[in-house]
């Protein structure tokens, strides 16, 4: 079974930090590129960032660049979201995906696995 589960949220105070865990299974992670959403109560999903593994490159949104980072743990089949200097805008529920390609072109379009969610919860 092809799948993406996440974990680590939780509530965190403002400025705080919190590592979100993506554990894939069925298919080996460091092959693809791996992205991550959010959606917050009545808001539009919204793309966070995609990590390609095709030509090595990172891509953010404009509000969370040079505050998260993607990085990935391949003997674990697992791809890690460090969130640092949250602020309560970032208050979602956090989705890992994975995109049809392996570089991230078109990632916020092509997304063809899900991950369930993690709530994330920053307070002010």
């Known amino acids: 079974q092809v799948q993406l589960v996440e974990s680590g949220g939780g509530l965190v105070q403002s400025g705080g930090s919190l590592r979100l865990s993506c554990a894939a299974s069925?298919?080996?992670?460091?092959?693809?590129?791996i992205a991550w959403f959010r959606q917050a109560p009545g808001k539009e999903r919204e793309g966070v960032l995609c990590?390609?593994?095709?030509?090595?490159?990172?891509y953010y949104s404009a509000s969370v660049k040079g505050r998260f980072t993607i990085s990935r743990d391949n003997t674990k089949n697992t791809v890690y979201l460090q969130m640092n200097n949250l602020k309560p805008e970032d208050t979602a529920v956090y989705y890992c995906?994975?995109?049809?390609?392996?570089?991230?072109?078109?990632?916020?379009?092509?997304?063809?696995?899900w991950g369930q969610g993690t709530q994330v919860t920053v307070s002010s």
């Open positions: 995906a994975r995109p049809s390609w392996s570089t991230c072109r078109h990632w916020t379009y092509t997304v063809n696995i």
């Open positions: 069925g298919f080996t992670s460091d092959s693809y590129a």
């Open positions: 990590s390609s593994s095709g030509d090595g490159q990172t």
